[in-house]
T-cell receptor
Framework: NAGVMQNPRHLVRRRGQEARLRCSPMKGHSHVYWYRQLPEEGLKFMVY????????ESGMPKERFSAEFPKEGPSILRIQQVVRGDSAAYFCASSTGTGLNTIYFGEGSWLTVV | GQNIDQPTEMTATEGAIVQINCTYQTSGFNGLFWYQQHAGEAPTFLSY????GLEEKGRFSSFLSRSKGYSYLLLKELQMKDSASYLC????????????FGRGTSLIVHP
């Protein structure tokens, strides 16, 4: 499968624990985007990364959230000390970063905080 | 800032035609995208418009008027499987190619 791969698909965490979501971009793509989708709401941009660089994190909460895209391995979205309000679907997307820059989404990671 | 508006919900009958509108006010414009999202699944890319006019792709067509900040997605010969949320997204350009999404339009197709 050459598509965007995300794992885990479903994750349950207790309040105060850490959540780590992973994303491997589509083959040939070097640009990764993370979006959050709350029930009955649209996709909200969080962060945009290229290999080893955060390009735009304007949508990322200032505390508890961080993202990285190392030279080797998947991009990781990390949420520390999770709270109930963090429960959402987190979608990763990737693109070539050139031309029209169409982004393609992974299957998503559904985080439930109990 | 970016503002993208779509109707929240629409209903239509199997076999009919439906038009889903999207209006946008953005700081710039590079392209407009439509995605389909079934409940509990990932958004899948449907179409994009860069220039004014109609782009046709099988049963789906998308139209853009940049001067009016307006687009629509036209779905013909509706099928039950077309019941989904349809997301309009705009990339502003001017150094930012990050798509901003509308809230989506939930389309319900009745037999």
């Amino acid at each position: 499968n050459a598509g965007v791969m995300q794992n885990p698909r479903h994750l349950v965490r207790r309040r105060g624990q850490e959540a780590r979501l992973r994303c491997s971009p589509m083959k040939g793509h070097s640009h990764v985007y993370w979006y959050r989708q709350l029930p009955e709401e649209g996709l909200k941009f969080m962060v945009y990364l290229q290999k080893e660089n955060i390009i735009d994190e304007s949508g990322m909460p200032k505390e508890r959230f961080s993202a990285e895209f190392p030279k080797e391995g998947p991009s990781i979205l990390r949420i520390q000390q999770v709270v109930r309000g963090d429960s959402a679907a987190y979608f990763c997307a990737s693109s070539t970063g050139t031309g029209l820059n169409t982004i393609y989404f992974g299957e998503g990671s559904w985080l439930t905080v109990v | 800032g970016q503002n993208i508006d779509q109707p929240t919900e629409m209903t239509a009958t199997e076999g009919a035609i439906v038009q889903i509108n999207c209006t946008y006010q953005t700081s710039g414009f590079n392209g407009l995208f439509w995605y389909q999202q079934h409940a509990g699944e990932a958004p899948t890319f449907l179409s994009y418009n860069v220039l004014d006019g109609l782009e046709e792709k099988g049963r789906f067509s998308s139209f853009l008027s940049r001067s009016k900040g307006y687009s629509y997605l036209l779905l013909k010969e509706l099928q039950m499987k077309d019941s989904a949320s349809y997301l309009c997204a705009v990339t502003p350009g001017k150094g930012s190619y990050i798509p901003t999404f509308g809230r989506g339009t939930s389309l319900i197709v009745h037999p």
